[in-house]
């Protein structure tokens, strides 16, 4: 198992992928909206909102996980607790899969009578006021 500066690492480079993307799409739209051309940039994939918004995402992830020691501290802190969880073994999520889908199939057919039961009440005008 990798070490915990390794998960720290991986985490804050996924969450830095993530913003990238969602604010290449928020660049996209507001520059849609501002009438911007979205030009290219390095080639047809690589446009204007992607490189402004992994930009941004680089800025702000290199800030999070070298200068802001309490982000830092708290994704240490998380990783070092995720190492203490006692994690169920394939079996146990199996059965408790199995569990969980069994009781929401009963939920969803009661949940449809009652649905049924009222449906046909409201059509033949059964309810008193």
């Not at 909102?49 to 994704?75: H, P, W």
């Not at 057919?109 to 059509?123: K, P, Q, R, Y």
Request: hydrophobic fraction near 60%; proline fraction near 2%.
């Amino acid at each position: 198992m990798p070490a915990k500066n390794t998960w720290v690492w991986i985490f804050f480079a996924v969450a830095t992928l993530v913003v990238a993307k969602i604010l290449d799409f928020a660049f996209a739209d507001i520059f849609a909206m501002a009438r911007v051309n979205n030009a290219a940039v390095l080639g047809e994939n690589f446009i204007l909102s992607t490189l402004c918004g992994a930009l941004i995402a680089v800025a702000a992830g290199f800030y999070l996980s070298s200068l802001n020691k309490q982000t830092r501290s708290f994704v240490e802190e998380s990783v070092v607790e995720l190492d203490k969880t006692a994690w169920p073994s394939r079996e146990e999520a199996w059965s408790s899969t199995i569990v969980v889908l069994i009781f929401s199939f009963i939920s969803a057919a009661i949940l449809g009578v009652f649905d049924s039961v009222f449906n046909w009440l409201t059509n033949h005008n059964l309810f008193l006021y």
